[in-house]
Structure formats: C-alpha cells, structure tokens
C-alpha cells in the first residue's frame, strides 16, 4: 500500500510539473501563479505545495527533467578516433533532442523566451553545473583531437570549446525562435557541420 501511494504522489508530481510547463509556456513565468497550475493540473493547491514550496522550485523541477535526455544522449566518446567527427555528431544530437521531444523544447523556450531573471530566477543567468560539465566535455574533445593532430594550427582546446559553446547556446535560441524558412530553423545541422569543419587542420 506504501508502495502504491508513493507511485500514484510521483505520478502527481510528474502531472503537476507537465501542467506548469503548459501554463509557463501560455502565459510566461512572471504571470503565472501556483493556483493556475493548480487549476490546470486539476488538483488543489495544497497539493501542488505538498510537493513543491513555491513557483521558483516548480520551475527547477521542470528545467531539471528537461535536462535528463541531454545526459543520456549527448555524449563525448573517449576512445573516438575523431574527436572532432565526436563533437558534430554530440552538437546535431543536441537538436534530435530538441525536435523530437516536445516537452524538453518547449521547456527550452519557456527558459528563453518566457522567464524575467529576476529576484528569485536571477540566479538562472549564471552556468548551470549541467553546462559547465558540457563545456568540461567539449575541452577534453578538443584536446583528445589536438593530441591526434586534428585541429587547424593556432587553435587552442579551451578557446575553441568556450567558442563552440557560445555557438551552440545561440543556434538553440534562434533554432527556437527562427521562422521555418531561416537557415536556424531549417539548417542546423548544416551549421554545425560547417562550425567544426572549420576547425580541422
């Protein structure tokens, strides 16, 4: 019976996480309060505080489930025999994510385009651990292919990690936001190819 409450209270949570993720995306973070979730989750508001204190850790909650399939699929193989072949395929992985998953998109919109970093949010303008242990990742890349002779003369592993993270954080926001026929939108794979091939000696 234990077993069965704790399953049917995660099963609540995952329900009301769903919800706020709806209600940010329709109405934007600031504008939105526990009760519409609430409303929207169909449950009361005592239930949606017996699992969440306030809108701010509702809010983690969602980023943090968002972030689960980039931990499971993007992923920098250590014995590759091209590292840099390595990074493209981990960056297009990236947007697989993005278009075939469309709570994690549209998590990534709410967190773009739907949030003041304010009061309790200012803290989200900084790095989270997720992305500095990506951009950990994309160094150690960079280094196994200067170590194979692989990047074009002049070109050091940190500078070109921190360079293709900038690239990827911005192709994400204006992917999001690019109209169908803008090359964002319709070509990031192609951008990415482009972006690590110009890094090849």
């Given at each position: 019976m234990v077993r069965k409450t704790k399953e049917e209270a995660e099963i609540t949570r995952r329900h009301?996480?769903?919800?706020a993720r709806r209600v940010f995306l329709a109405w934007g973070v600031g504008r939105t309060t526990l009760e519409r979730i609430a409303a929207e989750a169909g449950v009361t508001r005592g239930a949606v505080y017996w699992h969440f204190r306030n809108k701010t850790e509702l809010f983690f909650a969602m980023r943090e489930q968002a972030i689960l399939p980039f931990v499971d699929r993007v992923v920098f193989k250590e014995d590759d025999a091209d590292p840099l072949q390595g990074i493209e395929m981990a960056l297009q992985e990236i947007f697989h994510i993005l278009r075939d998953q469309a709570e994690v998109r549209e998590t990534f919109e709410i967190i773009s385009f739907k949030c003041e970093y304010v009061d309790e949010f200012s803290g989200m303008m900084q790095c989270t651990g997720g992305q500095l242990d990506f951009l950990g990742k994309l160094t150690e890349a960079y280094q196994r292919a200067e170590a194979r002779g692989a990047l074009r003369a002049g070109s050091a592993p940190a500078d070109l990690a921190h360079d293709t993270f900038l690239f990827v954080g911005?192709?994400?926001?204006?992917?999001?936001?690019?109209?169908?026929?803008?090359?964002?939108?319709?070509?990031?794979a192609g951008l990415?190819?482009?972006?690590?091939?110009?890094?090849r000696a």
């Amino acid at each position: 019976m234990v077993r069965k409450t704790k399953e049917e209270a995660e099963i609540t949570r995952r329900h009301i996480i769903a919800a706020a993720r709806r209600v940010f995306l329709a109405w934007g973070v600031g504008r939105t309060t526990l009760e519409r979730i609430a409303a929207e989750a169909g449950v009361t508001r005592g239930a949606v505080y017996w699992h969440f204190r306030n809108k701010t850790e509702l809010f983690f909650a969602m980023r943090e489930q968002a972030i689960l399939p980039f931990v499971d699929r993007v992923v920098f193989k250590e014995d590759d025999a091209d590292p840099l072949q390595g990074i493209e395929m981990a960056l297009q992985e990236i947007f697989h994510i993005l278009r075939d998953q469309a709570e994690v998109r549209e998590t990534f919109e709410i967190i773009s385009f739907k949030c003041e970093y304010v009061d309790e949010f200012s803290g989200m303008m900084q790095c989270t651990g997720g992305q500095l242990d990506f951009l950990g990742k994309l160094t150690e890349a960079y280094q196994r292919a200067e170590a194979r002779g692989a990047l074009r003369a002049g070109s050091a592993p940190a500078d070109l990690a921190h360079d293709t993270f900038l690239f990827v954080g911005g192709l994400i926001k204006y992917w999001l936001a690019g109209r169908p026929d803008e090359r964002f939108r319709s070509d990031p794979a192609g951008l990415i190819r482009n972006h690590v091939a110009l890094r090849r000696a």
